[in-house]
């Protein structure tokens, strides 16, 4: 089964995962000619063909979720950086001299033994 798509259509990123998808039932060949992104699907031997309709849905819902995706870009990267923000030490942290490094058994003590 060929299936042609327009260029400005869908996004290639759309185009991969929404192909992506199908590789553990189809062998699936992209090419572009003429402004088109031709998708070329091969059933697995053993395995259920996927339909013209399958593929056209997960190309859809791949399309929803790079909009989604682009959207929310700068909030992500807010709430990111605030949380990576939060978790700055300030001052001087309490740093270990490595006394008790000659201590074998402490060293090898179980954290949960005292519980």
Do not use: C
């Not at 869908?10 to 553990?24: H, N, Q, T």
């Not at 189809?26 to 309709?53: N, R």
């Amino acid at each position: 089964m060929t299936i042609k798509y327009p260029e400005d259509l869908y996004p290639k990123e759309v185009l991969i995962k929404a192909s992506y998808r199908f590789l553990d039932h189809s062998y699936i060949h992209i090419d572009k000619k003429d402004g088109e992104y031709i998708v070329t699907i091969t059933p697995k031997d053993g395995s259920t063909p996927i339909s013209e309709g399958d593929f056209d849905n997960e190309m859809l819902a791949q399309a929803a979720r790079y909009v989604i995706s682009t959207r929310t870009r700068t909030i992500r990267e807010i709430t990111l950086g605030r949380a990576m923000a939060s978790t700055i030490i300030e001052g001087e942290a309490d740093i270990d001299d490595g006394a008790d490094i000659q201590d074998v058994d402490n060293i090898l003590k179980d954290w949960f033994e005292n519980e």
